[in-house]
């Protein structure tokens, strides 16, 4: 038992692929080991396929028995050369000559001997491939062949078979040596090339889905190369293995799979190739998804990995998967699991993963994710529907968005004509402010020469005189201001003379009395100011005798007091309020300097050393 355990468990790839193409679902394990008839693939009760890499359900002891082997063997050969020679009846013309010569149920000689010629094998492939073979060398004569399995003739074997086996060559199926048709070659292999003929027939005739190829391994390129489902992110992100190529997409997988059951459903392929074709396979698929399944399930943790636990878990797999297309509507896998057929289960499989392919559902991937648990397919269904539902509304929102994107770009365009239409009416006021603030400097250029011009005519040299009050605590005597006019004429009167000269009358621009007041001072010399800023020169000075009131004037006498500012005062502030009024387009350099006279000598009071060095201070506005 552990040295038969063992060789089960090296062959548990083949067993586990097997099991699922080969056999009624879920009879596996239980009807195999009791089966040595010859019966087709479709056979409820027979599963010949799988006999021979069978493992045992859990509890069983089965001991394979060489001899039962052996016939297993012989039976199946037997059973797969009927078929081949069943089709190449079929493909032949029933009536035909050729036809007689080939029994239902030949024995391999007899079989070897009726194909030897490659008559039949040309004709036949020329119905699949019109045109394949264009000369058919015929055979005149073909009612009696020769036992020892000598060709007819040597030019016709030689030609036929050649032509034969070079087309079905290129053609890439499997092919055979000449040989093999002669006494002690494999008529196993000529059956394989057949059936593979027929499988590519039936697959031609189906319409020819994806790319047939045939070359040791059954490997198919997939059509379907645009989307990736979440089966391929499984390979990708859980597996470790490097051998699956991270790059295939979900629906090239399934196209694959698609594909193989396709063909493993048409025809049965050679061990050898089928082995390689069945481990390729099972590498990309069924290794992946048994590392899932017990992963999932802890109660594998302290089990051993032998065949039988394999099994047991892909049987599972299977189970759930059935499970899984029958929720997915297969109504044909609906009732007692057991006594589905390989047929309905290779076309259910094939439905499902056509949908899958069209993107209508992901289920398997859940199923390999939550190790076949049926509550959370349910669950994938729900995901599913809610995916469309969201799918549905995010297609409406971006609907709504779209119009509303529309809208708002209609909008955008008429505030952008609006601004377009409003800048440029700005430039046409623009222009014409130009034009106007052209005209107003022209206009203000002239009035500036205006004025001046009237200063002018005012006098370039203007003589106020101003009467001192009398000081509080001076005797009030007689005042020698004996008269004030209105034109600026002033008569002083001198007690001390008599007649014509103790009366003498003067002159100035106006002649201020001791009421006026400061402001009413400045008034007069205010205009002047002006005539500064426009560049002409202007010099207000004060002249009397000590005590007249000089700086009362020019200061004032309390500075404090805005209201009791003398000239100078008055004058810097409308100087630097006029300057401050033309900033934007003026820019004035004021100077301070003050110096005084004394004893015919000029002092710079500003200077700090008490030296008489000029020292003017300069500010900038
Ligand atoms: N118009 C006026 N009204 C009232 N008081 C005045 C007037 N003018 C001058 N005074 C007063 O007369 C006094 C002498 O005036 P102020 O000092 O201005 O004379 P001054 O000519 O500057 O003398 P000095 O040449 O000696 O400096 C001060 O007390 C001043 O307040």
């Not at 390129?221 to 989307?227: A, D, F, G």
Request: net charge negative; aromatic share 8%; proline share 2%.
């Amino acid at each position: 038992m552990p040295s038969q355990e063992k060789k089960n468990t090296l062959d548990s790839s083949l067993s586990l692929s097997k099991s699922l193409m080969g056999a009624p679902l879920g009879t596996v394990a239980q009807k195999s080991h009791n089966d040595s008839n010859i019966k087709g693939p479709n056979s409820s009760s027979s599963s010949s396929s799988s006999s021979q890499y069978h493992c045992s359900s859990f509890g069983d002891k089965d001991i394979i028995d060489d001899y039962e082997l052996a016939q297993r063997k012989a039976a199946e050969a037997a059973w797969r050369r009927y078929q081949a020679v069943e089709w190449l009846q079929k493909m032949m013309d029933q009536g035909a000559s050729e036809s007689y010569l080939l029994p239902k149920q030949p024995t391999e000689e007899e079989f070897s001997l009726a194909l030897r010629n490659g008559l039949i094998l040309c004709n036949v492939l020329n119905k699949v491939n019109p045109g394949a073979i264009s000369k058919v060398v015929e055979n005149p004569i073909l009612t009696i062949q020769s036992a020892d399995g000598a060709a007819q003739s040597a030019i016709q074997y030689f030609e036929n078979m050649r032509n034969f086996l070079v087309v079905v060559g290129n053609m890439k199926l499997l092919t055979f040596e000449a040989s093999d048709l002669e006494k002690g070659g494999s008529s196993a292999k000529v059956v394989d090339c057949i059936l593979c003929l027929k499988g590519y027939h039936e697959w031609k005739e189906a319409g020819g889905i994806g790319v047939w190829r045939y070359g040791g391994t059954v490997k198919i390129t997939s059509l379907q190369k645009e989307s990736s489902s979440s089966l391929s992110l499984i390979c990708s992100s859980e597996s470790t293995d490097e051998s699956i190529d991270d790059s295939v997409s979900s629906n090239e997988y399934d196209q694959q799979i698609l594909e193989f059951l396709h063909l493993s459903s048409d025809i049965l392929l050679e061990e050898s190739k089928a082995a390689d074709a069945l481990t390729f396979l099972f590498d990309r698929f069924g290794l992946e998804l048994l590392r899932t399944y017990l992963t999932d399930r802890n109660g594998f943790d302290q089990t051993p990995l032998n065949t039988m636990l394999i099994d047991a878990v892909l049987r599972k797999v299977v189970h759930d998967f059935t499970r899984l297309l029958t929720l997915h509507g297969n109504q044909s896998l609906k009732g007692d699991l057991d006594s589905v057929s390989k047929a309905e289960f290779i076309k259910a499989i094939s439905k499902y993963l056509k949908q899958r392919i069209r993107g209508d559902s992901n289920d398997f991937s859940k199923l390999c994710i939550c190790g076949g648990k049926s509550g959370e397919i349910q669950v994938t269904s729900c995901h599913n529907g809610n995916y469309l539902e969201r799918l549905d509304h995010q297609q409406k929102l971006i609907e709504e968005l779209k119009s509303a994107f529309q809208v708002s770009s209609a909008d955008s365009k008429q505030v952008i004509s609006n601004w377009e239409g409003e800048v440029k009416r700005l430039e046409h006021h623009i222009q014409g402010l130009e034009v106007t603030s052209s005209s107003y400097h022209k206009v203000l250029e002239e009035n500036r020469l205006l004025y001046n011009q009237v200063q002018d005519l005012k006098g370039s040299i203007r003589v106020y005189c101003r009467v001192r009050p009398f000081l509080p605590g001076q005797v009030s005597g007689q005042s020698t201001v004996d008269y004030i006019g209105e034109n600026g004429n002033i008569m002083i009167m001198n007690p001390h003379k008599q007649g014509k000269d103790a009366r003498r009358v003067f002159s100035f621009n106006t002649v201020f009395g001791t009421n006026v007041t400061q402001e009413e001072v400045f008034a007069d010399t205010q205009p002047l100011i002006r005539s500064v800023l426009d560049g002409f020169n202007v010099c207000i000075f004060a002249y009397g005798q000590t005590g007249s009131g000089k700086t009362y004037t020019m200061s004032g006498p309390d500075i404090s007091t805005e209201g009791r500012w003398g000239v100078n005062y008055r004058a810097l502030r409308d100087l630097f309020e006029i300057s401050k009024s033309r900033i934007d387009f003026v820019s004035y350099e004021v100077s301070v300097q003050m110096i005084e006279i004394y004893n015919e000598q000029v002092r710079d009071l500003l200077v700090t050393d008490g030296s008489n060095k000029r020292y003017p201070q300069v500010l900038s506005f």
